[in-house]
């Protein structure tokens, strides 16, 4: 009696995690893109910047995230303030700080490399910190931002990748098992026709503003002199700011914390190719009310690919889309109760000592121990007490004074 | 008296300027700008090396800064010269002094004040020695002269005035360039080597002359080519102030030889051979045998002071970052001089062909210079010392203040210079611009490296016009005197030589 009820709650178990098996990651990663250069497109690099760091804060690693910046804007000769990058006009916080990893910089900020990126086919050559090695358990947050258009992303100023081209490089992702699921979002004018073009299963998309529409930026600084962030990510990392590495908030609240009037732009979203839900259905979806709320403009409207299958999803016994699914690093913790780890405390002796002078020739001192080979007790006992040096030099100089000035050395008359 | 005049002014003008600087530090001191900075001294060092004196108060073979530095690795146990390639070091004989206790930077304010004072003295110590010295280096000179007695006690109080209220010396002294210890050693290198005796001298004409002046000057010497290997032009002509005497012969043209069998009781005209080869031949192997003693004897105190760095040290190698810096210029640091430029602006290619150019440029005016005034050797030394200010390659305020300083020793050639008022004007006129285009290039930004190069070359202008001068008055005395008395001789009357001037 007790073995068929074990095996079938064994089952039972098997078979509820097997649901969950299929949208359970367990890293994550972060690609973060910023492609334009030159000093008046400080607000894109501030913006990559400032996604980068809400996304180590939140806990992804700088060896899970690829950091492409077209151009340097804080060690840039026009800017005031050497060394930083700001995203508020009142400076508060530099996001350039001294822990920052740039992997792909300048010039190497190409759609090649991009499309390379993503799809893995880097030559052997390339180091570890270039390529984006995901596998099919990966949950990647794709972050786009740079001046764009109707279904193209210019880089670098002299070249443009199509949704088509991403589309296909998500697909080839797909089909290499290099993802688990990909929260893709887009700041640039007309971003949403970006992420119309996907067509591989397991993504989310975001964008910006609607096809026909620019996106705004937010402040200018007026010390350095140029726009220093995007309105759309200004929100998006202000609401980030509530999130941390603990928190239950779904994609369904980030996406309806969305603010037109403020933002400037219709933002939208597509969830069409994703499988689970984006908030708790009960309840009332929160996301029910998605670009049909007040600020939302009749004639933009809310840009929501896949609202109708969105109701359909609840039903699945899915797990809802939480924020940290795809910017944190940590999925459950288990706390182990065991006491066998303790802490040791190290003792003064492990440390590194400062170098007391008398008793231990360090070889940064004057006297380099190689050199004296022969070891005579004379060279030595200078080795060991220091200040023997200075003292019998200023003896020998004084005596060689004396001498001279005494007259014993003009022996002539 | 002569030497009470010259003391009181001494001490009078070493007075004002200990004032002067306490006043500076005083006036600085407030919290507004320099307050992180613990050390007294910093205040007023940072105040020249960044106002009136930027870049050319301290060289960095000279620079405060770096003998802190230095000081402060040795005193840890750390090696000053180990930090590798283009590196500038100071001399390891600074460090001798390393276990003093350094100037109280903290404490109670009677403390600090006193170390202040302290510290002020130490760099104002050394300028009073050098215009003591320069006044010795007068009197001995000047002690064969018999017209000079009215005007030689003027000059007494002039002389210390010159140096010591000089702004070269001061603005050195403020910045605490290690430079002001440089001029007092080389100055009383050459105040004792003219107050030697030596055998092919006459009787001794001043009253503390006494045999070890020899010595002590040629030590001195030593121990100033040990702080900075440039003034090894300067012993040539120091060993024939050693040989001959420092009195002005300028009007005297002829070999040094000839002076020598002069002063040796065998009385020659000056126009009769001598009459046997064999004496001429032994005359000169006897001069050649005491320069080479006077050699020898510089070589032993070199070496004595090379031994004792070694031992201060540990080990070699500060020498190639020491002397080795005036010889292959590894810091680009701006400085008044010619060499920086250049050398930043060249290939790498040809900067082994270009070091040794600027080498042998400073190396090649020795020669000529000895010889044609082997007659007067403080004069050569004098020209020397112009050509050190202007060619050297790391030259700063306090070396074209030595140069000015040295002009009061020789009177003589006032009336003679060609163009002794556009040379002082184009020093003014370097003089005021320099610290402005230093500013405008380093402190503004609106300027470029160009500005400042462009005065730099306008004072190396001024520099070589002096030693143009110098050259053509001390030659044109020699000959009006001695053409006077060929011509006196030939046509038994008097006639005036006319030159272009």
């Known amino acids: ?35 334009s250069r030159y000093w008046f497109n400080y607000r894109h690099m501030a913006n990559a910047l400032g996604m980068y760091r809400t996304v180590k804060r939140l806990g992804i690693p700088d060896s899970n995230i690829i950091l492409m910046l077209a151009d340097d804007a804080a060690c840039n000769s026009r800017n005031k303030f050497a060394g930083s990058v700001y995203a508020n006009p009142g400076r508060h916080l530099d996001l350039y700080g001294e822990n920052i990893e740039v992997d792909y910089r300048g010039y190497e900020v190409t759609v090649e490399n991009f499309l390379r990126l993503l799809t893995g086919r880097l030559s052997s050559s390339v180091p570890r910190s270039k390529r984006l090695l995901t596998d099919s358990s990966s949950n990647i947050f794709i972050y786009l931002t740079g001046h764009g258009g109707n279904e ?35 700041d640039t004018c007309q971003a ?9 299963p397991g993504i989310l998309a975001t964008g910006s503003s609607v096809v026909g529409e620019n996106s705004y930026s937010h402040e200018n600084d007026y010390d350095i002199g140029v726009a220093v962030i995007d309105s759309y990510t200004h929100y998006v990392l202000e609401y980030m700011e509530k999130v941390n590495k603990t928190s239950r908030l779904t994609m369904a609240d980030l996406f309806t914390s969305y603010d037109v009037p403020k933002i400037g732009s219709h933002p939208g ?53 939480l924020i940290t699914d795809f910017f944190g690093g940590v999925v459950d913790v288990d706390v182990n109760n065991e006491d066998d780890a303790e802490l040791r405390l190290f003792e003064d002796s492990e440390c590194i ?61 | 008296m002569h030497w009470l005049s010259c003391r009181k002014t001494i001490t009078l003008c070493i007075v004002f300027r200990v004032l002067f600087a306490l006043g500076l530090d005083f006036y600085l001191s407030p919290p507004t700008s320099y307050a992180y900075y ?43 010269y180990g930090s590798g390639i283009g590196q500038v070091g100071v001399s390891p004989l600074y460090l001798a002094f390393s276990f003093f206790p350094t100037i109280a930077e903290s404490g109670p304010l009677k403390t600090q004040l006193l170390s202040k004072l302290f510290g002020i003295f130490l760099w104002t110590a050394p300028d009073a020695f050098s215009a003591w ?196 210029l590894p810091s680009m640091t701006p400085n008044p001089g010619l ?62 203040g030595l140069f000015i300083a040295f002009w009061g020793i020789f009177p003589e050639v006032y009336p003679y210079l060609r163009h002794p008022f556009p040379t002082t004007l184009v020093l003014i006129h370097s003089a005021l611009l320099q610290p402005l285009f230093a500013h405008l290039w380093l402190s503004h930004g609106t300027g470029n490296a160009n500005f400042y190069y462009a005065s730099t070359l306008v004072g190396a202008c001024a520099g070589g016009m002096a030693i143009v001068d110098a050259v053509w008055a001390g030659l044109r005395i020699a000959l009006e005197r001695h053409g006077k008395r060929e011509l006196k001789f030939v046509e038994g009357e008097e006639r005036e030589i006319v030159t272009q001037q």
């Open chain 1, 1 to 35: 009696m007790r073995l068929p009820s074990l095996s079938l709650f064994l089952l039972f178990y098997f078979l509820l995690s097997s649901c969950d098996a299929s949208s359970q990651h367990t890293n994550n990663w972060a690609v973060l893109v910023c492609s």
């Open chain 1, 152 to 186: 193209f992303l210019k880089f670098q100023d002299n070249e443009e990748v199509s949704a088509h081209d991403i589309a296909d490089a998500f697909h080839q992702m797909y089909e290499g098992g290099r993802y688990n699921e990909i929260f893709f979002m887009v």
């Open chain 1, 192 to 200: 949403n026709s970006m992420y119309s073009k996907f067509y591989s």
């Open chain 1, 269 to 321: 979203v597509r969830s069409d190719l994703f499988e689970r839900p984006l908030g708790p259905g009960n309840p009332n979806h929160p996301m029910s009310e998605y670009g049909r709320g007040r600020g939302w403009t009749v004639e933009g409207g809310g840009e929501w690919m896949g609202r109708e299958i969105e109701a359909g999803k609840n039903g699945r016994a899915f797990r809802e889309a």
């Open chain 1, 353 to 413: 000592s400062s170098p007391k002078a008398p008793l231990s020739p360090s070889t940064n001192t004057y006297s380099s121990p190689p050199s004296s080979r022969s070891s005579s007790s004379l060279l030595d006992t200078l080795d060991t007490y220091p200040f023997l040096r200075p003292s019998l030099a200023f003896i020998l100089l004084g005596a060689l004074f004396v001498l001279v000035f005494s007259g014993m050395t003009s022996g002539r008359s």
């Open chain 2, 38 to 80: 613990a050390d007294n001294g910093d205040k007023v060092v940072e105040f020249i090396n960044t106002g009136p004196g930027l870049l050319s108060a301290s060289s960095p073979l000279t620079l405060y800064a770096n003998l802190k530095e230095s000081l402060w690795l040795y005193q840890r146990g750390m090696d000053p």
């Open chain 2, 133 to 328: 010295f320069l006044v010795r280096i007068w009197k001995a000179r000047a002690s064969s002269r018999t017209s000079t007695n009215s005007s030689s006690s003027s000059i007494t109080f002039v002389l210390p005035l010159i140096y010591l209220l000089s702004p070269y010396v001061i603005l050195s002294s403020l910045a605490r360039s290690t430079s002001v210890w440089e001029n007092a050693i080389l100055l009383g290198a050459i105040a004792w080597a003219c107050e030697s005796e030596s055998e092919f001298k006459t009787k001794p004409k001043l009253n503390n002359s006494n045999s070890k002046s020899k010595s002590k000057s040629l030590l001195f010497l030593a121990l100033r080519v040990h702080l900075s290997l440039d003034a090894l032009i300067l012993l040539p002509p120091l060993i024939l102030i050693l040989l001959g005497s420092p009195e002005s012969r300028l009007a005297e043209p002829g070999p040094f030889a000839l002076y020598v069998a002069k002063r040796r009781s065998v009385k020659k005209q000056p126009e009769e051979k001598l009459p046997n080869e064999p004496a001429e031949n032994h005359l000169r192997s006897t001069i050649l045998r005491a320069a080479l003693n006077v050699l020898f004897e510089f070589m032993v105190y070199w070496t004595a002071l090379a031994l004792i760095s070694t031992l201060i040290v540990g080990h070699w190698r500060w020498m190639s970052t020491t002397w080795g810096t005036s010889l292959s």
């Open chain 2, 339 to 400: 060499w920086w430029y250049f050398f930043t602006e060249m290939f790498d290619h040809f900067r082994p062909f270009f070091l040794v150019v600027f080498n042998v440029h400073l190396l090649m005016y020795v020669a000529p210079i000895c010889i044609k005034f082997q007659h007067d050797p403080l004069y050569a030394l004098f020209i020397l010392v112009g050509i050190l200010a202007t060619f050297k390659s790391y030259p700063t305020l306090s070396d074209h």
